[in-house]
């Protein structure tokens, strides 16, 4: 091996290099890098993947290593096992690694002590933080922001920057879904107390249901869990409620489970809506009618805004806030309402 050639593969791997391979200009390699949301998919997925093959570590994480940076960016989540925020944790690695940060992935068990410790831990080691449904308080939140780089998502805070997945509007939705079918009343199966959209949510349908005549009630808290299906279901048939809004899927599959023990018939005695799209809502028997939402790229979208605070420079102008769009997938677990 020569001399030039050895200095050659040593070089480290410049945004020309990805833009050469990837027949585009330099701007769009920058811009894919730290504003995914501004170049087509198929460009973004065709730059990150150069980017990866080639190594390429961007300048300014070069430049953060005489710096004190480290590299690593953490994102929380209340529990790594909801498939809701699987879809979240690969739209974050697949623009932090395109970025040249490693993921720190951490399950704070729906406990805001574990929360709140860990991200005390985590200020000296990481460079900045995604917090994904966060069951902080607004104080907890606001001096955490003043501490470290964060963004948020599914939880606003006027202290830090948010990405948020619009339900309360699909929540609307739903009930205009229910209506249709002749639906008077409905119940909602209620999340977590510490969960912020959980309120929201509701405050969504009670508002919308009083528009349209409907009567709406709310049941709970109920662990967002399958397992907490069965205490809900319950909870529900001791109503008179033809239709029901749960705060998940899990939490709807959960129902759906005890409603066929119970003999309840989905949807002909009682409507059900679920809510995230989760991967299996389409299995359940009978498929769940849920809310979805382009959740990889809501994890795409935090990256972003947290880059923007890292380096302002090739980030572009700070976001915010930003709302990711939400729709009502209709499926078979939605129907007439029972005379």
């Not at 606003?156 to 079918?181: C, K, N, R, W, Y």
């Not at 399958?226 to 029901?244: E, K, Q, Y």
Request: with cysteine.
């Amino acid at each position: 091996m020569t001399e030039d050639s050895r200095s050659s593969e040593e070089r480290m791997p410049t945004i020309r290099d990805i833009a050469d391979l990837a027949g585009v200009a330099t701007s769009t390699v920058s811009r894919a890098l730290s504003n995914p949301q501004r170049v087509n998919a198929r460009t973004r997925e065709k730059i990150e993947r150069i980017a990866a093959e080639l190594h390429y570590v961007p300048s300014s994480q070069a430049r953060g290593l005489s710096s004190g940076r480290t590299g690593v960016i953490a994102v929380l989540v209340p529990d790594i096992t909801n498939p809701f925020y699987f879809d979240i944790i690969r739209g974050t690695q697949y623009q932090l690694k395109a970025s040249g940060y490693t993921q720190l992935l951490v399950d704070t068990e729906e406990a805001t002590d574990v929360e709140l410790d860990t991200l005390r831990k985590l200020r000296r080691s990481t460079d900045g933080v995604i917090l994904a449904a966060s069951r902080l308080t607004d104080d907890q939140l606001t001096d955490t922001a003043s501490r470290q780089p964060l963004v948020t998502i599914n939880r606003a805070t006027a202290d830090a920057p948010t990405v948020l997945i619009d339900t309360p509007g699909a929540m609307v939705q739903a009930l205009e879904h229910l209506a249709s079918f002749g639906h008077k009343s409905v119940v909602y199966a209620g999340g977590p107390t510490s969960s912020w959209s959980n309120h929201r949510r509701w405050k969504a349908i009670e508002e919308a249901a009083a528009k349209r005549g409907m009567s709406a009630t709310r049941l709970g808290p109920y662990a967002p869990t399958a397992f907490s299906g069965a205490a809900a279901a319950d909870g529900v048939l001791s109503t008179r409620a033809t239709s029901i809004i749960a705060f998940n899927d899990l939490l709807a599959i959960g129902m759906l489970q005890r409603f066929r023990e119970r003999g309840v018939r989905v949807p002909e005695d009682l409507s059900i809506v679920g809510c995230d799209d989760i991967f299996g809502a389409d299995f359940c028997n009978p498929p769940l009618t849920t809310i979805s939402s382009p959740i990889e790229q809501a994890g795409r979208v935090a990256v972003s805004m947290l880059m923007a605070q890292l380096d302002p420079i090739r980030g572009g102008t700070p976001r915010k806030l930003a709302v990711m769009p939400t729709h009502l997938k209709v499926r078979a677990s939605t129907g007439p309402a029972r005379v």
